[in-house]
Structures are given as C-alpha cells and as structure tokens.
C-alpha cells in the first residue's frame, strides 16, 4: 500500500545526517538523503512566522530505507511514458495506412486485378499494426539508444 509523502529540508539541521525531514501520515523522520524515482510536485508555501516561501515535495508512493536514506518508487509514470504510448499507437495507425496503399498499389501494378490487390491490402492492413506496435514497444523498452 502507498502513502503521501512530504520532503522538507530540516533548516535546523547541523549534520549532514538529518538534512532531509521525510513526512507521511503525521509521521517524521529526519534522513540524510531521499531518492525519488517518478513522479514527484514541488509547490511553495508561504511561512507567516519566517515570512517566507517555504518549498516542498510532494508525492504518492512506497519508501525503503538503507540507513539513513529513503528510496521512494512513486505510484505514477513520468508524463513521457504516457505519452509514448498514445505517440505508439497514433504512429501504428498512420503508418499502416501508408502500408496499406503503398501494398495495394504495388499489388495492383504486379497483378492488375482490383480484387487481389484489396484482399492483400485488407490482410496486411489486419495483422502488421499488431506486429509493428508490438515492434515499437520492444524497442521502446528494451533497445537503448541516446535520442
């Protein structure tokens, strides 16, 4: 189960060891370090006493410490993910319609019949999406080059 988080920085901190206030569930805890792999908002808020703007982390998410240092997995992908799905797909479907012509039209030229030339188009136009979009997402995860 995932909980809300809060970092602050410890302004009363004189070690190295305590730097970071980790917050959740009305719990603190001072760390010297705090690792966050997601999605995290940063939002200020202004301090009436120090009459100040006071930052602070926010996220959803599970924690793990190693000692003095919090590692926290939150529950949300970065905005990139997400967008590279609905690019995948959008991807999949403009280049299976150039596909598509480029296999009726060629199949037309070969064959000179309307019917074959669809058939082959229409086949192709049902199983290569899948094939490509499985393709895309492979090389999306697993092959690694810089961009």
Known sequence: MSNRYYV????KSVDTYDKWRLISKNNEMLVRDVYVDGIKLTYGVWSERE???????????DMKLFGDIAMITTNKKEPKERNALKRHILKTISYRILGTIT?????????????IASTLGVT????KPIV???HERVWYKFVKFKK
Do not use: A, Q, W
């Open 103 to 115: 296999t009726f039209s060629v199949s037309y030229v070969l064959t000179g019949s309307v019917k």
């Open 132 to 134: 490509y979009f499985l």
């Open 8 to 11: 602050r920085y410890n302004t």
């Open 124 to 127: 192709e136009l049902l199983i």
């Open 51 to 61: 009459e100040k703007i006071k930052y602070h982390i926010k996220f959803d998410g």
